[in-house]
């Protein structure tokens, strides 16, 4: 016969989630590009679109190749940030999407909406 079982679970602390903005040096009055690197999810886009609503440039450009994850929540303030854009008569697009990004944003039906590029480079190029 066993005698009474304890089970004892200790928890890790969880790590503390993090979204950095990085604006790159290419950027400038006309066009902002900006490189994210962290999680963009429920603990991260209040700051992200207080921020990026914020920004004047005519164009932005958001390199997601940083995005260690996304969500639901980050990407509802991807197309918040697009909308208020486009409402001020401003662009968006978004570069560098990991393969776990971009299935969210398929998900959610919005390959066709968002403007997706595959690099920096080519979102600057269709704007020129």
Same mark, same amino acid.
């Given at each position: 016969?066993?005698?009474?079982r ?7 602390p ?8 990085e604006?790159l ?6 066009q902002?590009?900006?490189?994210l690197?962290g999680k963009?999810s429920l603990?991260?886009?209040h700051?992200f679109?207080?921020t990026?609503r914020?920004?004047p !440039?005519a164009?932005l450009i958001?390199? *997601?190749?940083?995005v260690?994850f ?6 509802? &303030?991807l197309v $918040?940030?697009f909308?208020?854009r486009?409402n001020q008569?401003q662009t968006?697009a978004l ?5 776990q990004?971009? !299935?969210?944003i398929q998900?959610a039906? *919005?390959?066709k909406?968002l ?6 480079e080519e &979102?600057?190029? $269709?704007?020129?």
């Amino acid at each position: 016969m066993f005698g009474p079982r304890t089970l004892r679970y200790s928890p890790s602390p969880m790590q503390p989630v993090h979204l950095d903005l990085e604006k790159l040096p290419n950027s400038n009055g006309n066009q902002t590009v900006i490189r994210l690197s962290g999680k963009l999810s429920l603990e991260t886009v209040h700051n992200f679109v207080q921020t990026l609503r914020a920004e004047p !440039a005519a164009h932005l450009i958001l390199d *997601l190749g940083g995005v260690s994850f996304l969500d639901s929540a980050g990407v509802g &303030a991807l197309v $918040q940030i697009f909308v208020h854009r486009r409402n001020q008569e401003q662009t968006f697009a978004l570069t560098g999407l990991a393969k776990q990004s971009h !299935a969210v944003i398929q998900v959610a039906g *919005l390959t066709k909406l968002l403007p997706i590029h595959a690099t920096v480079e080519e &979102a600057l190029a $269709q704007r020129a």
